[in-house]
């Protein structure tokens, strides 16, 4: 297997993270990365919020129904996207998995935190004083992983099909 692939495929849903700074040139890396995920149009209508601030952290982890864990995190990067391009769901959701990989190959764990739609994405936008152009798409927070847990995937078969739908 390609290293590509291996990162891929070993990629998992980090929650738990050891109390371990992650260098700034990972975090600078992984950016630079970020701005190479596909975007239609090549519009790259998106900014990244990188938040390191303790409260801030506590904060946005007591508004995320299911990102308690993010108070507990180095780092959490916020995606935001402008809400007037066609394809900011599309574009700021491949910006976040460009991240996500991008942490996962110098061994920093993360998890997706929904933020399109969800109640607290306003109140997040403006702890991070992001204007109201843009809107929250996600939040990642990201660690060192204190747990890694391996959770069963679905068959190539029960998830693929060739040419038509068939039952």
């Not at 700074?21 to 149009?41: F, G, H, Q, V």
């Not at 090549?42 to 308690?68: C, D, F, M, P, Y």
């Not at 916020?78 to 061994?107: C, N, P, R």
Request: aromatic share 10%; proline share 3%.
């Amino acid at each position: 297997m390609n290293l590509g692939l291996t990162i891929l495929k070993g990629r998992r849903s980090i929650r738990k993270y050891k109390e371990q700074k992650i260098e700034e040139n990972i975090i600078n890396d992984t950016l630079e990365s970020a701005r190479y995920a596909p975007t239609a149009r090549n519009a790259q209508a998106w900014k990244i919020g990188v938040i390191r601030n303790k409260e801030t952290l506590l904060k946005i982890s007591e508004l995320a129904s299911h990102g308690k864990f993010i108070k507990d995190a180095d780092a959490c990067f916020a995606v935001f996207a402008e809400k007037e391009h066609q394809y900011f769901v599309e574009d700021g959701s491949a910006l976040t998995m460009q991240i996500i990989l991008s942490l996962w190959s110098f061994g920093v764990g993360s998890c997706w935190v929904a933020g399109h739609g969800k109640e607290y994405a306003e109140e997040v936008q403006k702890i991070l004083k992001v204007p109201e152009k843009y809107t929250l798409i996600s939040l990642i927070p990201a660690g060192y992983p204190a747990e890694v847990t391996i959770p069963k995937k679905k068959d190539l078969e029960d998830i693929v099909f060739t040419e038509e739908y068939k039952e």
